[in-house]
Structures are given as C-alpha cells and as structure tokens.
C-alpha cells in the first residue's frame, strides 16, 4: 500500500486492577511502569522482531509513549509501589485541571477519580535525569525511529528539547489545540529556541519544544472544508477557510512539512461517523 511507517500504541506496562468504571487499557494510555514493557501486548523479543521486520522493509517504526502521567484508580494513593516512581514527591499534588489555565493543565491530573492519571512532577531534577536515561536506553534496545509524545502540552515545553534530545529520534507531540499561533509555540523553532519557551509553561530561558506536533489546527479545517455533517458550525463547506488556514500555517509553524497530518485519529470522531455523506471522505 506504500506504507513507510507505522506509529503504534504505547507498549509499557499498564493498570491491570480490577476493572474499572471505563473498563480494562485496551489502548495502553493508562501506564504505570515504563521499565516494564504490557506482557498483554508481547514480549520484548516481539517488539524487537517487530522493529527488525519494518526496517528489513525499508519502514520506519514510531512508538506512542507517555511520561506526563501514571494510571490510579484514586486520587489519594498511599502505595506507590506499582509505579516507576515511588515517592510522593515525583507527582503534582492532586487537583483537577482547569482547562485554559497553562499552569493548571501541566500541573494538575488528567482523567477523573474514577481513572485518575497521577501528574509526574517534571520540574523535579531526578525525574528528568531518570526519563533522559530511559528513553535513551528504549529507543537504543527496540531500535526505535520516531516516538509519538502523549499529552506533550501538559508537560512545560521546556522539558521536551532535553527528553529528546536524550532520544536521539525524531519526536512528534500531541498538541491538541485548533489555534494556530497557539500550537506553533510547541514545535522547537532552530532560530529561535526560546520562543515559545514562556508561553508553553516554561521558564522563558531554556529552549522549548519538539520537532513536531500533530496537526490539530489543519485537522479542524478540513471537517470544516469538507464534512457534511449537517451542522453549520463544522460543515461550512468553505475551501477557503481551508486556504487561510494554510496561510497561517506556512506563516506561523517553524516546519510545516514535519507537520503530522491527519484526517482522524483516536482523539476525535471518525470520519464516517462525522459526514452524513460518506462520498464526502
């Protein structure tokens, strides 16, 4: 089909409690041990035997990790020996976020208390030296091309150079944000570093981002250029909303052809359930 890559789920070990109120991490977002990899997903020698076969194809192998949290089942826990980090401290304080507020969406926990995702404290030194050496040994043992980084923006973009640095592979985030201006903050611009350093969270000093982001803002633009969704305020149907957007983005983006491009992922609706016209896609 001409495929030249593939991006899979994350592979690290997860919750494997009781079921919970949203069911058992089919998906693999609900991580607890990153040094452990998800034995219901295989075993190291598979992940390798999957490495060497893309690469024998001339294909490239993207991994989906997440560092910003780990999976609870309270927001009060008092054992931390399930998780790769064990003291209390290498956490944010519980709060729920408020969304809109920088500081609140990379400091407090995502999900809820049913499924809470304990915030990693990503300022503390030792939790930034440990995730340097980890990735730095993960990509080196799976041979890994490129990591998809989840939920980047609720982590300060000051922490992502670093990190990625330490990977030595081409690092892509989730940004799920629609405004343009507002997503370019997040890819490292080589000019200027520091740019976006403020803004995403960061001390305004240090070099901020990473070397893509997923396509959020041209994602929005194309259900509105094309999407019959039988609702004006997402179908407009308009090509040149679809145009000015480019504009913006060729404008705005330090890269837009490193830009990762979509029409639908896991994160929002699919397409066929979208459009009204399937003929539309």
């Not at 219901?40 to 294909?59: I, P, V």
């Not at 730095?136 to 980047?152: H, M, P, S, T």
Request: one cysteine or more.
């Amino acid at each position: 089909m001409g495929f030249t890559a593939i991006w899979i789920s994350p592979v690290h070990k997860n919750y494997d409690g009781p079921r919970t109120a949203y069911g058992h991490p089919y998906h693999g977002y609900w991580v607890t041990d990153i040094s452990k990899l998800n034995d219901r997903f295989g075993t190291a020698n598979d992940l390798k035997h999957l490495s060497d076969e893309l690469h024998k194809r001339g294909m490239l192998f993207m991994v989906d990790i997440v560092v910003n949290h780990v999976a609870s089942i309270t927001t009060t826990p008092q054992d931390y020996s399930s998780f790769y980090f064990k003291k209390e401290s290498q956490y944010h304080p519980y709060c729920s976020i408020n969304y809109g507020d920088t500081r609140s969406e990379q400091q407090c926990w995502m999900g809820d208390a049913k499924v809470a995702l304990m915030d990693v404290n990503t300022e503390d030194a030792d939790v930034v030296s440990s995730y340097a050496s980890w990735i730095k040994d993960f990509v080196r043992e799976y041979q890994i091309d490129g990591l998809r980084l989840d939920a980047a923006k609720h982590i300060r973009g000051d922490f992502w150079p670093g990190f990625c640095k330490s990977s030595d592979v081409f690092c892509m985030g989730e940004v799920y944000e629609q405004d343009v201006r507002r997503a370019s903050l997040w890819q490292l611009n080589p000019s200027q570093p520091t740019a976006g350093s403020q803004e995403t969270g960061g001390n305004g000093q240090d070099p901020a981002g990473m070397d893509s982001i997923l396509n959020f803002p041209l994602y929005w633009e194309l259900v509105k250029a094309f999407a019959i969704t039988g609702q004006s305020s997402t179908g407009a149907l308009d090509l040149t909303l679809l145009e000015g957007a480019l504009g913006r983005m060729k404008s705005t983006f330090p890269d837009i052809s490193s830009l990762g491009n979509f029409l639908e992922n896991h994160d929002v609706p699919r397409w066929s359930g979208l459009s009204v016209d399937p003929q539309s896609l």
